[in-house]
Structures are given as C-alpha cells and as structure tokens.
C-alpha cells in the first residue's frame, strides 16, 4: 500500500457543495465516503407549524428543485385530506414540476457537468479549444445561452404560480388559483420557443427523431450522422469517448422510481405500464422490473451524525436527533442512508427510463452496463419526452378551460397521516407527514440526494455513488477532474440533503 | 484591473443564486462584463480547483488579496451551541471564515432573508443568525458596529429567495458609486420602500374589504387567508417575478419573506383575527380609524366586486 494516499475532496457545483473522501491506491480509488457537512434541520422546522405550512417551508430545502419539494408536500396533504384534485389542477401541478424539471436538466447537465471538460486537466487533449469556447464558466457560448433559455422556460411556472424559485401555489385539493386561457397560450409560446431551441442546439434533431432511437446501434448512427455534431448530446458522447469516462461510474445496477405525474381522468396521454403516472413507479435491477412498495423504504443512521436507533425506521416513523460527536470516527455525515429492501438504489432520469422500459436505455445497460455516461445522457435527453407530454396537457387545459382546479379542504379539520412520493429532477423524493389538531406533529423528508450519496449502513454497505467511484483512476490528485465526472453524473443536490448535506471544504490530506 | 467578488453559500438552498440566473436586463454575463467583475469564486459556476479556490479564499483573509466585495447566501450557523459546527469548511466553521473575508472586504451584501435575518433556523438549536441582524434585533454575526472598509454597513437584500433585479441592481450602484438610500434594516429603499401589496391586481377589492376565504377567488388575501402584503415592504408587484407576475396575482398570499421575522412563528395561510379583525395591521395605521374605515368601505364596495367581477 506504498502508493495509498486519502484525499478529501470539495465539490462544488453541486446544488450545495460536497465532500468526498476517497483512497487512492496506485492511481484508482479503492474507496470512497460520501460526506455531508451541514445540517439545516428542516424537520424540525416544521413540527409544531401549521398544517399547510409544510407547502412555505419545504420549497425553501433546496433553490433548483424548490417545486418539487411544493408538490411532495401537496401530494402529502391530498393524502391527509383523502382528496383528489380535478383533472386541470393536476394539469397545471405537473406542468409547473415538468418546466422546472426541463430547466434544471439543461442547466445542470451544461453548466454543472459539460464545464468539467474544459477544466485543464483536458488541456492536452485536441478538443480543449473548443471546448473552452463551448463550455468555459460563464464565458462558453453554450453556458451563456442555456442561461438564456433555461429562464424563459421558467416563466411557466411563474405564470402558473407566481413566482420561481419558492412559490406556494399548490394547495391540498389543486391550485391556488386558476390560470387564464391567454397565460396558458403564453406557456405554449414559451415551450414552443424552448422546443426549436433544445432540438438545434441541445439534441441536434427534432425530438420525435431521437425518441425513435431504440438501440446501441441506433445511437451509433445518429452519433455518427455528420448533422448532430455540434449538439451538446453529441458533445457529451464524443468528449467522454475520447477521455475513455465512459467505462466509469459503474455504481449500483438497482434503480427506483416512485412513480410520478399522476394522469387525470381523462387524459390522452398514457403511461406506459397502464398505470394511473405518466411516470411509472418500480424497482429495476437484472432487466427485469419489480413493483414498487413504500413500505420496504427504511433509513440507517449508523454512519450518520444523528442518535443511534435500535433497527432502521420507516420515514413515516423515522426521527432526526442530531448527534454529531460520532461514535469513533464510525458516523461521517449529516445524510442518512436510505435502502430499498435492504440495499441501496441509485435513483434518477434513467431509472425513469429504464423502469418505463425505454428501448435505447435498455439496450445500453445490457450491453455496456451502468456507467456515467449513460446517466448524464438519460438526464440531457430526458426533455425530448418531458415536452411532447406538456404540449398535450396545455392544450387539454385550453378544451377543459373554465373546469375547477379547486377541491375545497379545511386546515382546521385536518387529522392524520399522508406521503407524497414523487419523481423529482434528480429522482425519487418522499415527504411523509402527521397532522394532529391542525398542526404538523411528524414530518420527514427522503430526498433524491440521499439514495445516491448516502454514507454507508448498518451492514456497511456503501451508497450508490461510493460505490460507483470504486476503481476510478485519478491521475492528479490536486486536480481530482475524475471524482467530479463520476459524482455530478448523480446530480448531486446537497442542499436537499435535508438533514443536510452540504459544503465541504478540505485540503488534500496526504 | 476590475472589481473582484467573491460569493460565498453558508445555511441556505442556493435559490439566491438559482433566482439570480434569472436576471434580465442586465442578465448575469452582461451584469459581469459591464461592471468589470473579476468573479474569483461563485459555487454553482466556477470551476477552479479546490486548491485554487481555498489560495483565493487564504489571500483574502490573510490581505494578500484585495476584495472588493464580498456577497453572502445563506444564514451563518452557529449550532450547535455556538460552535458553527453544523456548517463547515476545511473543518473550520464556515460563520468565521465569513467574519475574517467580511473584515477585508470594500462591500459586504448579504442576499436572501437568510443572510439578512437568520431566517430558517434562527430559533432552532441550528443557531442561524444573519450577516448584521438577528432577526429584527441589530447584531447577527459581525455586530451592530460592523462597517466595511468603504463606511457601509452590511447591505441587507432579504427576500427569500431575493429579487434578481435587486441582486444586479444594488450590485450596480455599489460599483459604480450610486448613493442607495437604506431602511432601518439596512435594506435599499429602491425596493424595499414600499410594501408589497403596492401593484398587487387585487388592490380594489383590499380597499373595498371584499375578502377571501378560501383559494380560487378573486378577493382579497389578506383577511382570512394570512398575506403579509399589507405588512411587508420589498418588490414583488413592482419588479414582478420572471417578468410576468407574483404570488398573489396568482392566487398565494404573500408571506412577508422579506421580513426580518421571516419564518413567522404562526401558520403560514392563516390570517389571525380579533373579532374579524387582522391582529397585524397595515404600518402605522391606528387599529380604531382602521375598523371605522373598512366597515364604511364594505358598505361602499361596488356590485362588480362583491360579486368578483373585476378580474385580478
């Protein structure tokens, strides 16, 4: 072990930064600890609050996915309330997440993770230049335009509910308020501008051309179809092909979804396994899909900073006692470590794609296996499906204009438990919740981030991301340009760590 | 040689900086190319390495390097117990790497209602405080006495998250010079002059107190269903959000979250009544002439509102 060095290493552009601790032993890392450094206590927060108070405070957990966490925590109350929205209230809930959605895939997967090739450990390579004119922080000409565009597409949510980031709109039972027929033509507007510009610049093809991908070859074609090479997916391809990134990353090859985007009753739009969610819920591993089922959820603390428990806990029942001295060194951060009967899921776009049994992403993991590339794919095409589905149901909008987006439900007269599971941008994300006389008496929070970089559990078993960083090389340790590949390839949201990963920091201790 | 500015995230969610990729006219790249901004860190866009980034981060505190400003997101933890340890980097709490950059700094802005006040977690055993308040009370972090080297106190732009335009606007005048009148918060008048409720669609029907109490209608929030836009200033109805609207022009009460006291202590989508009365009036009015006034105004209210015609 002459050569093993352990290196803390800070990320950054990450929603919130990052620690990751890694050995390194003749260049590869043999193993890895996913640390979150800071703890926000938003739990807490909330219990004692008002009933709907969840729907203020939990869009503020995290600044890019702020909807999601809104319509969690909406979905939660309709449980409680034991209603269920009319179908244009759904409508326009789903529109809202799906804008957000198509937002924060573009901007993370250009400004977050296409940046990392113009990083100078790349300076070498015949790419570099143009990489750097393409991708350079807030100088790439791609960077300054996927800013542009992404805030328009924004503007959906803002006509829809008021503002973005950190709006309340949805309500138990729909919408706080109806939307007008000229502000949904303006959303078509909106989408249609954003369509014509993720096909020319970000894909390289209309999306129905890409959506008819349906194998390793099929992607080979269009890869090498002259007319796609200046597209940012065709960047993505052919800079990880060239660094050779595209064997790492490997990490778990289970994958969960809970299901998201409830279908209104009468919808044209289908999901795919004959479901009541355009996304469908499961758990995938070996090709074949499971059904999914809430209640094998459960959470280790042994390696996180919170008070011992005697077995792992349901969120529904889960607690969050900081406890931060750490049992020998044993306990190394603030996030708590999901599993899914009994082992950890890597969660997110492709599991989306794989639960829904898409053909191309399929067809890519059983003959390459699960690697980086492939998740940062799933995620910078996932739009090429989001927006043909938000076309129909603003246009669904306009044929049921003037139906209710409102079921009445009393704040006072709220009692009992409920859970909002969804698919947020980065994957599955639950709120479980408890009101007793009006007030939150439980409320708890498994975020995206938490399945992928969550530390290890009781059978210390790593979380999806340790895993995947197991035997990526790393050639300068002071520039560690690989680790970052492999993380942000997740989507790391720290900041949505509830419990709360965050910020790191950290010399290279060698 | 340009202005140099360096951003730094503590307790917070990132959406100062999510809301800040917003901006329009000037947009982020043309608000740092018409201002020289020599940007040495931001932790969503830079993409230096660690190393580098924490030498930047040393020259600062050391002197070494001059910093022109120094712009915070998020609140300072102090939790638990005072330590800050549920916040860190490099193992150091992050409130003191803040207090030592805070200390060489020409401008220090505080953005978002976090920095500002403390926001989430200021009366939790996190111990969130603000750059220069704690809540409403002058101290926070670096104290009441605290001036950057140019004179100024900590520049408060609370909002939760803040305003883009704010963002780009007070960065604006601090570099070019512009003299930015400031509340007793330390808060620019610009925009936060005025309250909320200013430019709101649903004015006429607060003036003629036809209320809502429930979601989907037309009247007016503030009676019944908890909005702070009578209380509050900032400028959510004179910016508008993404260029096209507000929370309450779409139906959600305005949550006072630029406030000092922003999270509230009592439910959000409440109002709370005496009698039928908000116990939170709107500043300065005196409770008496206040009833006397909406009870003639009720009785004045026009058909087409009480029967919401007037669309918001």
């Known amino acids: 072990m002459a050569n093993r060095i352990v290196c803390d290493i800070p990320l950054n552009r990450a929603e919130g930064d990052l620690e990751i601790k890694v050995a390194i032993d003749d260049g590869h890392v043999v193993d890895a600890w996913s640390v979150g450094t800071m703890f926000r206590g938003f739990e807490q927060i909330l219990v004692g609050r008002g009933a709907f108070d969840g729907l203020v405070v939990t869009p503020r957990i995290c600044g890019i996915c702020s909807t999601t966490h809104l319509m969690a925590a909406a979905q939660a109350l309709d449980a409680v309330a034991k209603v269920r929205p009319p179908g244009n209230a759904i409508r326009l809930r789903n529109l809202a997440l799906m804008a957000e959605t198509v937002q924060s895939d573009v901007r993370q997967s250009v400004l977050m993770f296409l940046v990392d090739f113009a990083n100078p450990a790349y300076a070498s390579y015949r790419f570099h230049a143009e990489v750097v004119k393409r991708y350079a922080p807030l100088a790439g000409e791609r960077c300054i335009d996927v800013i542009k565009a992404t805030k328009y597409m924004l503007e959906i949510v803002s006509l829809i509910g008021g503002q973005w980031p950190h709006s309340s709109y949805m309500v138990p039972g729909g919408v706080a308020y109806p939307v007008n027929g000229p502000d949904i033509v303006s959303c078509r507007h909106i989408l249609r501008n954003f369509r014509l510009w993720y096909e020319k610049n970000v894909l390289g093809c209309p999306l129905e051309t890409w959506n008819a991908l349906a194998s390793v070859s099929d992607l080979d074609a269009w890869l090498a179809d002259k007319a796609h090479r200046e597209s940012d997916v065709a960047f993505l391809l052919r800079l990880s092909k060239e660094t050779g990134l595209d064997g790492l990353g490997r990490g778990s090859e289970r994958f969960l979804s809970y299901g998201s985007l409830d279908l209104p009753d009468d919808t044209m739009l289908r999901s795919c396994d004959g479901g009541t969610q355009l996304i469908p819920s499961g758990l995938y591993e070996k090709g074949r899909v499971q059904l999914f089922n809430p209640n094998l959820i459960l959470e280790h603390v042994d390696h996180s900073w919170y008070a011992d428990e005697p077995e792992p806990l349901h969120p529904s029942h889960g607690m969050t006692e900081p406890y931060a001295s750490g049992s020998e060194g044993k306990k190394y951060s603030w996030s708590k470590a999901p599993r899914y009967d009994g082992l950890p899921a890597e969660t997110g776009p492709l599991a989306e794609r794989l639960i829904a049994g898409d053909p191309l992403f399929t067809d890519l993991i059983s003959r390459r296996g699960n690697n980086l590339v492939t998740r940062q794919l799933a995620r910078l095409t996932r739009p090429a499906i989001t927006i043909p589905a938000m076309e129909t149901w603003l246009s669904e909008i306009l044929e049921h204009s003037g139906s209710p987006c409102y079921t009445p439900v009393d704040e006072s007269q709220l009692e009992g438990e409920g859970a909002g599971l969804i ?14 006389n009006g007030r939150i ?26 895993e995947a960083l197991i035997g990526t090389p790393v050639k300068d340790p002071d520039n560690p340009v690989e680790v970052g590949h492999v993380v942000r390839s997740y989507d790391p949201c720290l900041v949505c760590t509830v419990h709360r990963v965050g910020r790191s920091g950290a010399v290279l201790q060698l | 040689m340009g202005v140099s500015l360096y951003w730094f995230q503590c307790g917070g969610c990132g959406g100062d900086t999510m809301s800040f990729l917003n901006a329009e006219e000037p947009d982020l790249i043309q608000l740092i190319d018409a201002l020289k901004i020599d940007l040495l860190w931001h932790p969503s866009l830079s993409n230096i390495s660690a190393k580098q980034h924490f030498a930047f981060q040393d020259d600062i505190i050391n002197g070494v390097r001059p910093l022109d400003i120094l712009v915070v997101e998020g609140s300072l933890i102090r939790g638990p117990t005072r330590t800050g340890m549920f916040d860190v980097q490099r193992g150091r709490p992050k409130k003191d790497l803040v207090a030592a950059m805070a200390r060489r700094a020409r401008f220090v802005v505080a953005v978002g209602t976090c920095a500002s006040f403390g926001g989430f977690g200021s009366d939790t055993y996190v111990q969130s405080t603000g750059l220069q308040f704690h809540k409403r009370e002058p101290g926070g972090l670096l104290g009441a006495d605290f001036l950057a080297s140019s004179g100024l106190p900590v520049i408060n732009l609370s909002g939760c998250p803040c305003h883009p335009g704010v963002i780009s606007g007070a960065l604006s005048a601090l570099v070019e010079g512009v003299k930015m009148p400031l509340d007793e918060f330390n808060r620019p008048l610009a925009w936060y002059g005025m309250l909320i409720h200013q430019g709101c669609t649903r ?100 058909e087409r509102l009480k029967s919401r015609k007037t669309d918001i």
């Open chain 2, 203 to 302: 004015n006429e029907y607060h003036e003629y107190r036809v209320e809502e109490t429930d979601f989907g209608q037309k009247g007016c929030l503030f009676f019944h269903k908890g909005c702070h836009g009578p209380l509050v200033t900032g400028p959510c109805n004179k910016l508008l959000w993404n260029r096209r609207s507000s929370k309450t022009r779409a139906g959600v009460p305005c949550f006072g979250c630029t406030s000092p006291d922003f999270p509230q202590d009592y439910p959000f989508f409440q109002t709370r009544n005496i009698e039928g009365v908000p116990v939170a009036l709107p500043q300065g009015i005196n409770r008496a002439n206040y009833l006397v006034y909406k009870t003639m105004a009720a009785a004045a209210a026009p």
């Open chain 1, 423 to 436: 698919q947020a941008a980065r994957g599955a994300l639950g709120h479980w919740v408890r009101i007793e």
């Open chain 1, 441 to 466: 008496s439980h409320y708890q929070i498994i975020t995206p981030t938490a399945w992928n970089g969550s530390p290890r559990d009781g059978e210390g078993r790593r979380g999806p991301w340790e």
